[in-house]
């Protein structure tokens, strides 16, 4: 039995002004699907989305939707009202949603203990990007839909928050669609991949499986698709050369072949229309630097305010050395890259620099871009209409091309470009520097899948030094050859892979999720004195600490069964597991209480009895 269709569209145009977004588009979504939407930048991602979402029209065709289907959409830029709490948020949703009085209480302990919400009673506007994310997501995902929608949900996620993400993604059992450019994100979420581009017969090319299959089938796809334009050129050639020689159309066959080479044509400047541009032309210069040595660290220490970001921290960097720099946002990780460049100076220990270390910065907030200068200007700061580039002089227009700007975009100000534009912008001005040693943060913003594939074939390529801060995992496994992980405490931990690392976060999660014995929190005042203590509150001494064991067992089965994916979608469950877990740790907390009263009441007798 075929599965059921929930979402599809048929012929779809949308164009903005002139510029067609796509043309004659169909696709549909069934139950269970899990869909991983990419493109380059401008392929018109997001406009898709919002028109299976039902917020935007298409210019042509038709969108069906199976009856009484609940669709979900979390868009880039959530909006919420920022002097709400994060409980306030929920509740305001589901009033605003219609639903059930008597059932909004479990919707937002489900979507609290889903996010991860500790403080229920924060206002929105002290979240972090991130937890605006997160509360976007499990405001979503609390009002059950059958089709979850999702515009770039890893962007202002750090590397736990994606994690976090994937985890629940991995185990939602109805369908969904998620725009992203973080491969490794897909490849761990996606039972299918729909790429939109016009290099494309039909606009789109769809692929069953994993990003890695994706990739096998286009590449394939691609190539078959190369090998006909080939033999089409050909036999195009041949024909036209056939026509230059002036057949008369007098015959049936002789007016069919002229017919039919006229078709020929018209299929090949098709096909070679929609071939899409080549990506960007990235290539960083390296110096040729020799020296085994670029940067030593020896006991490196820094605060800022009270938050220590390393500590003791020794570290050797040379050429052809990558260094990835892991840890949750708020770590240290830019602050390690300004010390490390030599722009912040460190509060204790020594950083030493090769002699006229040259030194290339990708700094995240692009502070080096004038807002208000020209494109022209920004890519040629020095003036004129021609930059050098490994030794050669390149004229400005070709210069902008090969960053993918048109000539006609070069007078506009950098304020009018897109976030892809300008980080591609500024990477067009740091080829221009030679360097011993990059320094990259958050290089991948913004940028799409084709242009972060050439970044990362220049990065593997450049024979300088690297360090690199990234969110994108996929990047940053590949090019790396060690990462440094900072745990925000000061402490930084060298691993071989991004695998290795993610097998010790697990471990860690898993100590930390472990209670203290009774035992051990017993036993941390010391050694029990029953002194003091009634022939029965002896007894319920004696005793306490298998109570209290038993409790604490009791909360982790609870806790255990109200985080259990199974049973998410139903509220009445969900509501009877949170309340056996909050009546769990109720008994605990008594159990300690009367613990600690008749502990008290034995060091209060003791103090009686003379020594």
């Excluded at 991130?130 to 962007?155: Q, Y």
Aim: charge should be negative.
């Amino acid at each position: 039995m075929p599965p059921t269709v929930l979402l599809s569209c048929e012929s779809l145009t949308k164009s903005y002004g002139v510029k067609p977004l796509f043309t004659d588009l169909s696709l549909g979504l069934c139950e269970g699907d899990h869909v991983g939407l990419i493109g380059p930048n401008g392929s018109g991602k997001s406009t898709l989305l919002k028109i299976l979402a039902g917020l935007e029209e298409p210019d042509q065709g038709t969108r069906s939707v199976r009856r009484h289907l609940r669709i979900g959409y979390v868009p880039q830029a959530p909006l919420f009202a920022e002097q709400q709490s994060v409980e306030e948020a929920l509740w305001h949703t589901l009033m605003d949603e219609g639903f059930d009085p008597h059932d909004q209480g479990a919707r937002v302990a489900k979507a609290l203990s889903l996010g991860g919400f500790l403080r229920s009673d924060q206002t929105v506007s002290t979240l972090s990007g991130g937890w605006k994310k997160r509360l976007a997501i499990a405001r979503s995902l609390m009002l059950e839909p059958d089709v979850l929608l999702l515009d770039e949900p890893t962007n202002h996620l750090d590397v736990e928050g994606i994690l976090w993400l994937e985890g629940l993604l991995k185990a939602e059992p109805h369908a969904f669609i998620v725009i992203s450019h973080d491969r490794r994100f897909l490849e761990s979420i996606s039972t299918r991949i729909w790429e939109l581009n016009r290099q494309y017969p039909n606009g789109l090319f769809e692929a069953k499986g994993r990003y890695s299959e994706f990739l096998e089938q286009r590449d394939a796809a691609l190539q078959a698709q190369a090998d006909y334009q080939s033999s089409l050129a050909n036999r195009v050639r041949r024909e036209v050369e056939w026509l230059r020689r002036g057949p008369k159309a007098r015959t049936t066959k002789a007016k069919a072949r002229i017919d039919q080479a006229g078709r020929m044509i018209d299929e090949l400047t098709e096909i070679e229309s929609r071939q899409s541009k080549a990506p960007a032309g990235i290539d960083f210069t390296a110096s040729g630097r020799r020296s085994k040595k670029l940067i030593e660290v020896v006991g490196l220490g820094k605060t800022l305010g009270a938050q220590p970001i390393v500590h003791n921290l020794d570290l050797q960097v040379g050429p052809g050395e990558r260094i990835g720099l892991l840890g949750p946002n708020g770590s240290g990780k830019s602050t390690l890259l300004k010390l490390l460049a030599g722009t912040l100076p460190p509060d204790a220990g020594t950083i030493t620099h090769a002699e006229r270390l040259r030194v290339v910065t990708f700094e995240q907030h692009r502070e080096s871009l004038d807002q208000q200068a020209t494109l022209r200007r920004a890519l040629a700061p020095a003036g004129g209409d021609a930059v050098v580039y490994q030794d050669r002089s390149v004229h400005l227009v070709s210069w902008a091309k090969r960053f993918l700007f048109r000539p006609e975009q070069l007078d506009l100000p950098v304020s009018r470009l897109s976030g892809g534009e300008q980080a591609r912008l500024l990477i067009a001005r740091l080829m221009l520097q030679l360097a011993d040693l990059l320094i990259l943060d958050e290089p991948t913003n913004d940028l799409d899948i084709p242009t972060l594939d050439v970044l990362e074939d220049s990065l593997l390529e450049f024979t300088g030094a690297l360090i690199l801060v990234t969110h994108d995992r996929w990047l940053l496994d590949r090019v790396s050859t060690r990462l440094l992980a900072l745990d925000g405490m000061g402490q930084a931990e060298w691993f071989a892979d991004y695998a290795q690392w993610e097998a010790s976060q697990a471990r860690k999660a898993i100590e930390m999720n472990k209670l203290p014995t009774a035992k051990e929190r017993v036993n941390h005042a010391g050694p029990s004195k029953r002194k003091g203590l009634s022939y029965k509150e002896q007894k319920e001494w004696d005793q306490i600490e298998a109570a209290i064991l038993e409790a604490e067992e009791r909360v982790t089965t609870s806790q255990a069964a109200a985080n259990d994916s199974a049973i998410a979608s139903s509220a009445a469950e969900l509501q009877e597991r949170y309340a056996l877990l909050h009546a769990a740790q109720a008994d605990v907390e008594r159990l300690y209480a009367r613990w600690a009263e008749l502990e008290e009441k034995r060091a209060q007798a003791a103090q009686r009895i003379p020594p």
